[in-house]
């Protein structure tokens, strides 16, 4: 089973570029997250969907945007980088156990 | 507004027993979830309480008590390989809405 999957591992981006990060699961989870982690500040949900056309925002939504077309997938748009951006990104899937994707590394310079 | 506090780091000894607190104050409440992370890697999955008590699975065991917007993880038999960060979450009011506290780094000396 490939659980959840997020696209790409690493990625430097320059100060105004855009980029889509990408995730998708194959366990027919309803439930689908984005979060960020920065060092000693915990996990900060950016956005969050309960099924396939339903998104909602997190704590920390602002300069970003997420689709959920499909029950398997919910990308993650970064319209215009900051340097506050920079940070690792986890997708999560579940129903009442939440499984991560491995995290993407995100840079911008 | 919601809160997730939890110590920030503890250290203990290999073979010792230690309990990790977790208090919280959310807008609703439908579970209450711990999660290991070693350094550079993803969360995973630890113990899931929804109703208060004890849960226990292998050396590891979750306690919730609803009342008291509190919960603490056990971790028995300590082992070198348990030095890890613990996450405490929290799934608020809102359909679908988890909520994670910044974590306790946890370092098992020998």
């Known amino acids: 089973n490939a659980g959840v999957t997020q696209t790409p591992k690493f990625r430097i981006l320059k100060i105004g570029q855009s980029m889509t990060l990408q995730c998708t699961q194959d366990?027919?989870?309803?439930?689908m997250y984005w979060y960020r982690q920065d060092p000693g500040m915990g996990l900060k949900l950016i956005y969050y969907s309960v099924g396939a056309g339903i998104t909602d925002k997190g704590e920390v939504p602002n300069g970003y945007n997420v689709s959920r077309s499909t029950t398997e997938d919910f990308p993650l748009r970064l319209e215009l980088a900051a340097p506050s951006q920079t940070s690792v990104y986890f997708c999560?899937?579940?129903?009442?156990?939440?499984?991560f994707g491995e995290g993407s590394w995100l840079t911008v310079v | 507004g919601q809160n997730i506090d939890q110590p920030t780091e503890m250290t203990a000894t290999e073979g010792a027993i230690v309990q990790i607190n977790c208090t919280y104050q959310?807008?609703?409440?439908?579970?209450l979830f711990w999660y290991q992370q070693h350094a550079g890697e993803a969360p995973t999955f630890l113990s899931y309480?929804?109703?208060?008590g004890l849960e226990e699975k292998g050396r590891f065991s979750s306690f919730l008590s609803r009342s008291k917007g509190y919960s603490y993880l056990l971790l028995k038999e300590l082992q070198m390989k348990d030095s890890a960060s613990y996450l405490c979450?929290?799934?608020?009011?809102?359909?679908?809405?988890?909520?994670f506290g910044k974590g306790t780094k946890l370092s098992v000396k020998p």
């Open positions: 309480n929804v109703l208060d």
């Open positions: 366990m027919n989870h309803n439930y």
């Open positions: 959310t807008s609703g409440f439908n579970g």
């Open positions: 979450a929290v799934a608020g009011g809102s359909q679908g809405n988890l909520i």
């Open positions: 999560a899937s579940g129903p009442n156990t939440i499984y």
